[in-house]
């Protein structure tokens, strides 16, 4: 019978220095789980021909070079970002084929899909910039959004986790609280409520402003509910802000190590407001981004 390891961190790697970026963070996530990183570079051939027609064999070798070329010093940077280089398993793939669709496939068997905020585009057709929100969209694990800045960012700064009150957001708090754990940090869980919550039309400002709170901290505590006795070690501060989503979480976001949000939002525009948070965090937020997925 043949057993099944440790499902792997996969890092999307075109030889940007977003990817590379990528590769450090999940070099060391990995190295906090105890969990294998897989590298996969994907390409496309640069020739066109039909389904009848053989390719030659030195079709798309120069494309192929160039991605094993790139994965193994992105390997080198994966073990130069972790303190125990040789107990971390590396294993590499350069695949051809449309980035996205590849990322997508690697997400079924991954524990979390990491990308660069922005890509490299000579051997590639998307940038890595563009393949990393449509990934986060679909992705069958969760998805990591890893910035330029992140070696700047502080390392003891707080996971902040947003949370928005629907069923599905407790697949990000889940992943908050692990984080947080993993990285023995504070969690800052954050609800950005609106005007459009209170149904009164009449009420004072005053009062619509005291609603506004009232009903953030109740989404706060049901979301919250039962996980501080699961991870006893992480400690818990409540945020209730008013206006755009994704400017409130960048508001509390400046020191943090990692922000989380879930993959759906309120009602049934659950898709837009997915892709147009995670559009403005990723291009804004200066930490890594964790998107969670179902």
């Known amino acids: 019978m043949r057993t099944v390891g440790p499902k792997a961190i996969v890092v ?23 969990l294998p990183v897989k590298l996969v570079s994907a390409y496309q051939v640069k020739a066109l021909y039909t389904s009848f027609v053989a390719l030659p064999s030195h079709i798309g070798s120069e494309e192929h070079t160039a991605a094993e070329s ?16 040789d107990t ?19 997400s079924s068997s991954a524990s979390m899909i990491v990308l660069g905020s922005r890509g ?18 679909q992705a069958h694990c969760p998805v990591v959004i890893v910035p330029g800045s ?27 609280f692990d984080e947080a ?29 005291e609603a506004i ?20 070690d992480v400690a818990v501060q409540r945020t209730v802000l008013r206006g755009n989503v994704a400017e409130g979480i960048l508001e509390v976001a400046s020191r943090a190590q990692a922000v989380v949000v879930g993959s759906s939002g309120r009602g049934g525009f659950s898709g837009l407001l997915l892709g147009s948070t995670v559009r403005s965090l990723a291009h804004r937020v200066d930490c890594p981004l964790i998107i969670a997925r179902g």
């Not at 590396?90 to 496939?105: F, H, R, W």
């Not at 709170?213 to 006893?232: D, H, I, K, Y």
């Open 12 to 34: 999307g790697v075109d030889g940007s220095g977003s990817s590379l970026d990528a590769v450090g963070w999940a070099a060391r996530a990995a190295e906090l789980r105890g």
């Open 70 to 85: 790139i994965l193994a010093w992105a390997s080198l940077v994966a073990r130069r970002s972790v303190k125990n280089p």
């Open 88 to 106: 971390l398993v590396i294993t590499s793939e350069s695949i051809v084929g449309p980035t996205i669709q590849t990322m997508l496939e690697q």
């Open 120 to 137: 490299n585009g000579e051997y590639f057709a998307e940038l890595l910039g563009s393949v990393s929100t449509a990934v986060a969209v």
């Open 150 to 176: 992140v070696e700047l960012h502080s390392s003891a700064g707080p996971v902040v986790l947003g949370i928005d009150g629907s069923p599905h957001n407790q697949n990000a708090v889940r992943l908050a």
């Open 181 to 209: 754990s993993l990285r023995g940090a504070d969690l800052v869980a954050v609800h950005v409520s609106t005007d459009e919550l209170i149904s009164s039309p009449d009420a004072s400002a005053g009062d619509r402003s």
């Open 213 to 232: 709170v009232s009903n953030g901290r109740t989404v706060l505590a049901e979301s919250l509910s039962g996980w501080s006795e699961q991870f006893p």
